[in-house]
């Protein structure tokens, strides 16, 4: 025997009780982000530079033209004479940096197009009572495999106009739910305060630095002799370690916006508990 209801029409129905074995949600798609009012507070006791040593060599040549006229024979000669190359160095031990005590940065508006993110699941969800108006349910069929009962038989049978005031339904339980991406449109969180940070220490690996200036050259014109004296300086800064102490940082954000969010979602053990059933009307069972 096969029960078949074209359509149940249950005017409210309520769940005392919700739980959701696991909502898995992603990947997600962000065609816009956008960042306004960022801003970082930095504090620090300062900076230092740690074994300052900077060094001066001064690579030197001397250019020469000599030019002597003489009854009957005239002497011209030239040539390049490399000088010795002084070196002058200077140690100023650990050097503090100033500028480091007190950083801020701001950004008005930070963008960043097409952002993909993943969200870890959310497993073992419990929510409290919900309530759903004008439920429609249509082909019911009860059982799918049919029934019978023995030694009562009759033919079909159709009922039309049943009514029940009330139902109820311990639980129902539903293994998997899948849905295509849906878009959530704009997202908005605002005024979001970051927690502060801070770090005893910051400690860089040694810098070593050079830097060459502008050649310079020096002519001297004593007529026979001409002389041009070409310096070439070259400068180095050694620092065994860069130290910035007891660095303190908080953040502010004034919004974060996301724009066209689109996220798939699955629901797995989705339980359903203490259904109530208010004002069921079912126009017409057929029972065959």
């Known amino acids: 025997m096969l029960t078949s209801i074209p359509q149940v029409a249950i005017q409210s129905l309520g769940v005392n009780a919700i739980s959701i074995g696991q909502i898995a949600v992603g990947p997600i798609k962000i065609g816009q982000l956008v960042i306004t009012d960022f801003e970082l507070n930095t504090a620090a006791d300062g900076a230092f530079l740690r074994n300052l040593v900077v060094s001066v060599t001064y690579n030197m040549k001397l250019d020469w033209k000599l030019h002597i006229e003489l009854p009957g024979k005239t002497i011209d000669d030239s040539g390049t004479e490399d000088l010795d190359s002084p070196e002058f160095i200077v140690g100023f031990g650990d050097v503090r940096v100033p500028g480091f005590e007190n950083l801020k940065i701001d950004i008005a508006t930070l963008e960043a197009p097409n952002v993909a993110a993943t969200?870890?699941?959310?497993?073992?969800?419990?929510?409290?009572?919900?309530?759903a108006d004008q439920v429609q349910a249509s082909n019911v069929k009860l059982p799918t495999a049919g029934f019978g009962i023995t030694g009562l038989g009759f033919g079909p049978l159709k009922v039309a106009g049943v009514g029940v005031p009330a139902a109820g339904l311990d639980s129902l339980t539903i293994g998997h739910v899948q849905g295509d991406a849906f878009p959530l449109g704009q997202m908005a969180i605002s005024n979001l305060g970051l927690p502060s940070a801070s770090v005893p220490d910051i400690v860089s690996q040694g810098v070593d630095v050079t830097g060459t200036p502008k050649?310079?050259?020096?002519?001297?014109d004593l007529g026979v002799l001409d002389l041009v004296l070409?310096?070439?300086?070259v400068a180095e800064a050694k620092v065994d370690q860069l130290v910035i102490r007891n660095v303190k940082a908080s953040t502010s954000l004034g919004k974060i916006t996301l724009n066209n969010v689109v996220a798939p979602y699955e629901l797995l053990n989705l339980t359903l508990g203490q259904i109530g059933l208010n004002n069921i009307s079912i126009p017409t069972i057929s029972i065959a």
């Open 230 to 233: 070409r310096v070439n300086p």
């Open 119 to 131: 969200v870890d699941p959310i497993t073992n969800l419990q929510l409290a009572a919900a309530s």
């Open 215 to 220: 050649p310079k050259a020096f002519h001297l």
